[in-house]
């Protein structure tokens, strides 16, 4: 078959496997030239282990610490007729490379709402590592279905209060232009509290704790984005902030009883903003990205995934260094995305960008590019002219 990229609004439909693999490759890369040494976490779980920063977690751990890793994800399988989708292709290549290192890498394609998942994942860190000492979780869902009632639950990206209009960029027709979103009702902010917020992460720590497969000093985190200004109205304020806010309640609840029965702690750590399946979704943010990525390159700050997270467990979490966190307790890794003068010039950008200047005063050309990788396109070592089997 030949993969081609299909791009259907914000989501490219196929995935190519050699691709999706070279993009892993690259990543194992950058973690095994930067590695320090230092002790890290030795048996890992990654909730939404198959994209973004959640195969970032999977990759640093494995590569940078020599950790075993249990990964769970919702990704689309392969047929002889159809693509998978690039998280399936991302994870088996990720398990290749693990296992070649002899590295024990299982991944679980399940709905991580649920709780069966819940319970395989325990079934199998009982049978295969013992207990986990680090628990990522990094899930981008747009739909929950919440395991004892049933109820399925939606998120929706809208402000809080009043409408907003703000500039936007589609990126599939290049076009800027203004776009007004409604204010979220009291419901729809519930909602996205339900799918984004912290309960599920409480609840995978609860069955973890319960099981007793929670090692002694486990550290646990979940990813969220703050930014400043440009964004607050659609993301930070807005019915995403909220959900991202009840993360803060949840972390404060986990870490209660992981201090009190492991030793451990939990942490909220703020990522910088940048290009994954889930970002791409977000109305104004691609926008604000390829604005963001123009003014990080040319100050040479930028930072893509991987750098994001092999900081964050280098640096932070197994450094020696003193945290770096703010006054609710979080862990900041974007402080050179927030910086005045990076908002200062990215806000410059913003007043002056329309469809015509688009490609010149931003980097639509590189956000393009990373969003088109994130689905296995734009690698020169691959062949995208050459018949490959979809089923790897
Ligand atoms: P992503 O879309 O790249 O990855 C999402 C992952 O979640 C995938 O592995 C997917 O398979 C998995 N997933 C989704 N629904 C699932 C389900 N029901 N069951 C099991 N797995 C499921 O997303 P991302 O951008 O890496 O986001 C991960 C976290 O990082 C989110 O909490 C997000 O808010 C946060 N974050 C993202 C950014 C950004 O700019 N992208 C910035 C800061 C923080």
Redesign the pocket.
């Known amino acids: 078959m030949i993969i081609k990229p299909k791009v259907r609004g914000f989501i490219c439909t196929t995935a190519h496997p050699q691709g999706c693999a070279e993009n892993v490759k690259e990543q194992i890369a950058y973690v095994e030239q930067h590695k320090s040494g230092k002790e890290g976490p030795k048996n890992v779980l990654v909730i939404?282990?198959?994209?973004?920063?959640?195969?970032a977690s999977r990759i640093t751990s494995a590569f940078g610490f020599g950790a075993n890793t249990l990964g769970?994800?919702?990704?689309k399988e392969p047929t002889e007729r159809r693509a998978a989708s690039a998280?399936w292709y991302n994870t088996r290549a990720f398990e290749i490379a693990a296992q070649e290192k002899g590295l024990f890498a299982k991944s679980l394609n399940?709905?991580?709402?649920s709780n069966e998942a819940k319970e395989s994942v325990i079934a199998e860190i009982k049978e295969n590592m013992g207990q986990v000492d680090l628990v990522v979780y990094?899930?981008?869902?747009p739909r929950r279905k919440d395991p004892n009632s049933g109820e399925v639950y939606s998120s929706t990206l809208k402000p809080i209060g009043e409408a907003v209009t703000r500039k936007n960029l589609n990126t599939d027709t290049r076009v800027v232009s203004d776009l007004t979103l409604e204010p979220a009702s009291e419901e729809e902010i519930a909602n996205t509290v339900k799918v984004m917020g912290g309960e599920d992460w409480e609840m995978w720590m609860d069955a973890l704790a319960q099981a007793d497969v929670l090692a002694p000093g486990v550290i646990t985190t979940?990813?969220?984005?703050i930014g400043r200004e440009l964004t607050w109205p659609i993301y930070g304020g807005a019915t995403i902030g909220k959900a991202k806010e009840d993360l803060d309640r949840a972390a404060k609840a986990i870490s209660k009883k992981l201090e009190a029965e492991k030793g451990g702690k939990a942490y909220v750590s703020v990522?910088?903003?940048?290009v994954?399946?889930?970002?791409s979704a977000i109305p104004v943010m691609p926008l604000y990205i390829s604005a963001l990525y123009k003014v990080m390159k040319e100050n040479g700050t930028h930072e893509g995934c991987i750098e994001q997270i092999f900081g964050l467990l280098d640096d932070q979490l197994y450094g020696q260094s003193e945290l770096n966190l703010d006054d609710v307790g979080r862990i900041r890794m974007e402080d050179n995305e927030l910086k005045d003068d990076v908002q200062q010039k990215v806000a410059e950008i913003w007043a002056q960008v329309n469809t015509e200047n688009l490609d010149e005063i931003t980097d639509f050309s590189g956000y393009q590019a990373e969003f088109f990788r994130l689905f296995g396109f734009g690698f020169d070592s691959v062949d995208y002219d050459a018949d490959v089997d979809p089923v790897v």
């Open positions: 939404g282990c198959s994209n973004g920063y959640g195969l769970v994800m919702f990704e998280g399940a709905d991580a709402f990094s899930l981008g869902a979940s990813y969220t984005y990522l910088k903003a940048l994954t399946q889930s970002s």
